[in-house]
């Protein structure tokens, strides 16, 4: 959101860019509205797999990945290897000449990415201390020292995030999971009933794939016999006749899918997570639930629409076999339909609780004067929690306000300040902080985010909230203050000055 600002406001005027001074950190419906890398890779993600599925083989799609890993984010590598070695492997029996046409498309694109990104981003991030392998170091033909391996000034931003996250596990300072997360926590929140059909239709997939293998390995020679094999009958019996057949993917999907979920599993042996990392998937989620669904429908051209993947020569009968169990299943789904939409509604009203920080700044400046500081004052500097400045506080808010009245209003949002501490708050006439109390500040008014959701019939919505930011002023500046003259009747320091109704916002 910062970028986006400095971008249309500052254009080439790069050094007010706001990453040189608060350089801070690079369910669906949150994240939607924030410009973050994960949410520009995944439309160039959802392209590969709508590639893959598009192919007779299931493969493809490779020079979306490499080119965004190599731009956008590089945990993308770890969905780009899994989906080139299944190519490489089923291209191998072609030759030398196939595997490189699977190989070269995603090398060039990642080639041409990364130079791309260099040149853009060096210019844009130069000067930013603390990079690794010498990124960001003043080159020596511009009269630097050239520190931290040869620094030749060059930056390539998905590196230095590759080596932050995942060499130096640093990410883990903003918090761990355990192994399970995504799969037991945040996948199933993310994807609702459409994750639990996936999950079901890739056991099943899984559980038939090894039982052909091993009917493959133990059973082989009955087949090839003189027309005995109750092994190999049975595998050739029409899958539409057993209930889970709509559970059993076409190769073709399942070949497109399977190096999301490997994705999701090497992602999970990193400490930090979030369902953000995971977003690739979610479309294959979708995709394998739909197969599914279309398939146990019995719609005529859908992948799986009873067909599976058994060596049936015969055609399969129509799923599901009765009326009754078409009329349950239909209901069924119906059901799970309304299941989704109502979480999603749930997760849309959660979303909304989710910025209290952009909440408390509109407050602040929507405040009449008189509510915010004395007559006397010429300057409100308001400094930002890293928790407002993470939920909602952006450029374009603090742009909305910059003078009132002959007031003249500035915003930092300096990590280095500690209300808790009493520390470095002299500069400061207002305060949007996480901490209720504040020695030396009154407090002005509290703002509610989100608390979880309220279970039960009772009034109030299903949305909890509750007090998680604070608005403060400095007591020689607060309303009514002469200059910082102590006052008849004033709260002591850290307490709530009583404000007259209708002045001060309650959020």
Not at 416 to 428: D, F, I, T
Request: hydrophobic share 50%.
């Amino acid at each position: 959101m910062q970028a986006t600002h400095d971008i249309l406001v500052h254009g080439r005027d790069l050094a007010r860019y706001d990453h040189h001074t608060f350089p801070g950190v690079f369910h669906t419906l949150y994240y939607a509205s924030r410009p973050l890398a994960n949410t520009a890779a995944l439309p160039l993600t959802a392209a590969a797999l709508a590639a893959r599925l598009r192919s007779r083989d299931g493969g493809g799609g490779l020079a979306a990945l490499a080119a965004a890993a190599a731009v956008v984010r590089c945990d993308l590598a770890a969905l780009l290897a899994p989906a080139a070695v299944m190519d490489v492997v089923a291209a191998a029996p072609r030759g030398l000449a196939a595997v490189v046409g699977v190989l070269a498309p995603p090398a060039v694109a990642g080639v041409a990415a990364i130079a791309a990104s260099v040149v853009v981003d060096t210019p844009l991030w130069a000067g930013r201390e603390g990079l690794p392998l010498g990124m960001g170091a003043t080159p020596a033909w511009k009269g630097g020292e050239g520190e931290g391996g040869g620094g030749a000034g060059w930056i390539y931003p998905e590196l230095a995030v590759f080596w932050f996250n995942v060499a130096e596990n640093k990410s883990a300072a903003w918090g761990v999971s355990p192994w399970w997360w995504y799969a037991a926590n945040a996948l199933p929140r993310g994807a609702g009933v459409a994750y639990v059909i996936a999950v079901a239709a890739l056991v099943v997939t899984a559980a038939v794939a090894v039982g052909r293998a091993a009917t493959a390995v133990w059973g082989g020679s009955a087949g090839r016999g003189g027309g005995g094999g109750g092994k190999a009958a049975a595998v050739a019996r029409p899958a539409s006749a057993r209930w889970w057949a709509p559970l059993l993917l076409p190769r073709r999907v399942a070949t497109a899918v399977t190096p999301f979920f490997i994705f999701v599993a090497l992602y999970s042996a990193l400490p930090h997570k979030e369902l953000r990392f995971v977003f690739p998937v979610l479309p294959a989620i979708n995709v394998v639930a739909g197969v599914v669904v279309a398939a146990a429908l019995g719609i005529d051209g859908a992948p799986g629409g009873g067909v599976a993947v058994a060596a049936a020569a015969s055609p399969p009968a129509s799923l599901p076999p009765s009326r009754w169990a078409r009329a349950a299943l239909v209901a069924a789904l119906a059901a799970a339909a309304a299941v989704t939409v109502a979480a999603t509604a749930l997760h849309a009203a959660a979303a909304a609780a989710n910025y209290p920080g952009g909440a408390a700044l509109a407050a602040l400046q929507a405040a009449p004067a008189g509510a915010v500081a004395s007559p006397a004052t010429r300057s409100v500097t308001v400094w930002v929690c890293p928790a407002a400045a993470m939920t909602g506080v952006t450029l374009w808010g603090e742009r909305s306000l910059r003078s009132r009245g002959g007031v003249t209003w500035r915003y930092s949002r300096d990590e280095g300040v500690s209300p808790a501490a009493g520390r470095g708050l002299a500069p400061y006439t207002h305060l949007i902080a996480d901490v209720p109390d504040v020695g030396g500040y009154d407090r002005l008014f509290g703002v509610r985010g989100y608390a979880g959701v309220r279970l039960g019939w009772g009034g109030g919505g299903w949305i909890r909230t509750k007090e998680v930011l604070w608005v403060h002023v400095r007591h020689d500046v607060a309303p009514g203050s002469r200059g910082g003259e102590e006052r008849e009747g004033d709260a002591p320091a850290g307490g709530t000055r009583p404000v007259p109704e209708g002045q001060a916002p309650v959020v």
